[in-house]
């Protein structure tokens, strides 16, 4: 069921929140799994794990700028941290955090 909810907010806006010294997702090779927009692997494109900060901006154009539909932090190819999901052009829905294979919302205290 969030898989659904995570895959409907995608499409309801952008984030102002992406760090310039983010690549942006095409600049690698990222994999997903089943309908999740939250990639559960990075590497570069001659297929090396990637380490360092990421995001995504909706429907994958770099444009416009800085407008963020996912960002996060990969060390070896993996999810490390919380991942930050957006609904809308700086306005953050939620966290998310990759634990044992699997994303997993990150309740807010």
Known sequence: MSLIIVAAL??????????KRSLHASDLTIQTDAHNILPSRASTKDGKPYT??????FFGGKQPKN???WEGAFIDGMPTGEFKL???????????????????KVEKT
């Open 67 to 69: 407008c963020a539909e």
């Open 86 to 104: 957006y609904t809308n052009c700086g306005q953050l829905d939620s966290l998310w955090r990759f634990e044992n294979g699997a994303w997993g």
């Open 10 to 19: 995608a499409f309801t806006g952008c984030s102002t929140e992406a760090n």
């Open 52 to 57: 360092g900060d990421v995001y995504e901006t």
